[in-house]
């Protein structure tokens, strides 16, 4: 069978809990690829200047970030993890609705850092929810999770396309509106949308339509709103909700019977072990521990080099999404602005079937085997797009072959990091953190050297990130070896220690049991 029977148990016992966290996930990817295209509409709706509405944005990634540190703190307990979710999509919704209210930059600005803090959270708690359900075996869910991500990121922006307006305010230079097509796209998201405001280069002067966008934002807003609720009624059959009166416990089958008595008879054990070893925290919660002073280096290092691998991996991610238009209108390639569109939409598109392909593939291979594939074939990529740099048709290729490798880094690293660590630690607050922060970072070094260098630095960028990107992940393995070798070593003394206690133990027995018989 080409999936084990014991995977597919597992996945019949946490059904509802994984499609929960998997419909919270698509919901993230929508919210994620959304706002992009609509930062046109919003600079009119806001009467603001371009460096004033590119800061709104960037308050909301940087709100990401900080909710993905913290988020972890959220874990402790079922009803607390459920809770901040049901919350944080919750919040969501409310603010993709009251967006088209705000008719000032500020204002806005504070709207998209709560749904940016929402969205870190509930990137943080699922990651770690599934790691904590499947462990060993949440490679294949952490895969199906990611599709979600990409899924829902290339479809978001069909949402937005009829209701863009064509031609702004009526009141932006030629200059004015070029940048902000490339902020469009800037902002990691697909640009199929973006051909209704590249036919004219010029807007129509003293012409101004009247702006449909906030239509977008209230579908956006019903398409999330089943979340929330599918979370709340998470919690109710897990009988987390005070106010409702506990229901009647469905009857196991025999395969989750089986598995609820053995997990039941380890679980304090299990609990105690979590709590000694810090569990999955919030980074901070993780620096405080206590009992991570006496563990080696190699603990330390995994999860450094871990976090840095996904800084480059996933700075690549939202540098490449965000600037290969630029680098596609511009010469040598030189292509129409329709054309160049598309580019985007084609890496969405490779990263969501990479992560659909990557499901099955994650339950064949090891997770280090399909890192080294992937990043390996990054940088092969990135450097055959420098070499053929006028191919306009190997762009798109390239395109497409790096969405594909960099699509389930991710993942990957994840599952790999974790099962080193045997699930303790806090391996996801961490690299969750470092991505986030990696996306957010490479965008504006990447954007700032092709501001000053020219549009080949994109490239070239893309190939120094990706090759420091894989001298990390050799590090990686070196420290990988050298916390294995710690371990065995332990072992082996912990059983040199416990080895003579039966012979100790016994002596006393035997002397007892003599003692009754000569009596």
């Known amino acids: 069978m080409f999936v084990d029977e014991r995977i597919v148990t597992l996945f019949k016992r946490n059904a509802h809990h994984t499609l929960t966290y998997w419909s919270v996930f698509f919901s993230f990817g929508l919210c994620i690829a959304f706002l992009g295209p609509t930062i046109l509409d919003l600079q009119c ?53 009251i967006i088209p209210l705000c008719n000032n930059v500020l204002l806005l600005a504070v709207a998209m850092a709560v749904s940016g803090l929402a969205m870190g959270i509930i990137d943080t708690i699922a990651n770690i929810q599934l790691v904590t359900i499947y462990q060993k075996d949440s490679a294949v869910f952490l895969q199906a999770l990611h599709f979600f991500i990409g899924f829902g990121a290339l479809v978001s922006p069909l949402i937005a396309d009829p209701f863009l307006s064509e031609t702004g305010c009526g009141n932006h230079t030629g200059n004015g509106t070029e940048i902000i097509h490339h902020f469009r796209n800037m902002l990691r998201n697909s640009p199929i949308a973006e051909h209704n405001i590249t036919q004219s280069h010029l807007p129509h002067e003293g012409v101004e339509e009247d702006s449909n966008v906030h239509y977008a934002f209230w579908i956006m807003a019903l398409i999330n709103l089943p979340v929330p609720v599918a979370v709340l009624f998470l919690m109710y059959r897990e009988q987390l909700i005070p106010c409702c009166p506990s229901s009647t416990p469905r009857l196991l089958d025999k395969d989750e019977l089986a598995m609820e008595t053995q997990q039941g008879a380890e679980g304090p054990d299990v609990e105690q072990k979590e709590h000694e070893a810090g569990g999955h925290g919030d980074i901070f919660s993780c620096c405080r521990n206590d009992n991570l002073r006496g563990l080696p280096v190699s603990f330390f290092m995994i999860h450094i080099l871990g976090g840095m691998v996904l800084f480059m991996t996933d700075g690549i991610v939202g540098a490449y999404a965000g600037f290969v238009y630029t680098y596609g209108v511009a010469p040598p390639m030189s292509l129409p602005h329709k054309t160049a569109g598309y580019l985007a939409s084609i890496f969405w598109a490779a990263i969501t079937a990479g992560r659909l392909v990557s499901i099955p593939l994650s339950y064949r291979f090891q997770p280090v085997r399909l890192l080294m594939f992937n990043i390996a074939g990054a940088i092969v990529t990135v450097l055959m797009l420098l070499i053929f740099y006028t191919s306009s048709t190997f762009l798109f290729v390239g395109t497409c072959l790096c969405g594909l490798f960099l699509s389930s880094i991710f993942p990957c690293m994840l599952a790999y990091t974790e099962d080193i660590l045997d699930y303790q630690g806090c391996a996801t607050s961490v690299l969750v953190t470092s991505a986030g922060m990696g996306e957010m970072v490479m965008q504006v070094v990447v954007g700032s050297i092709i501001q000053t260098e020219g549009s080949y630095s994109f490239l070239l960028c893309g190939m120094i990130i990706a090759c420091i990107g894989f001298i990390l992940f050799i590090g990686l393995l070196l420290f990988h070896r050298m916390h294995r070798n710690y371990l065995t070593g332990t072992t082996k003394k912990s059983a040199m220690v416990e080895e003579p206690a039966p012979e100790q133990n016994g002596t006393p027995k035997t002397e007892q049991k003599e003692e009754n018989e000569i009596s």
Request: hydrophobic share 55%.
């Open 45 to 97: 709706q806001t009467n603001s200047t371009l460096s004033q509405i590119t800061w709104v944005f960037f308050s909301q990634q940087f709100c990401l970030l900080i909710g993905s540190s913290v988020g972890g703190v959220f874990k402790r307990t079922l009803f607390r993890a459920l809770a901040a979710l049901f919350v944080s999509a919750l919040l969501i919704s409310v603010i993709f609705a």
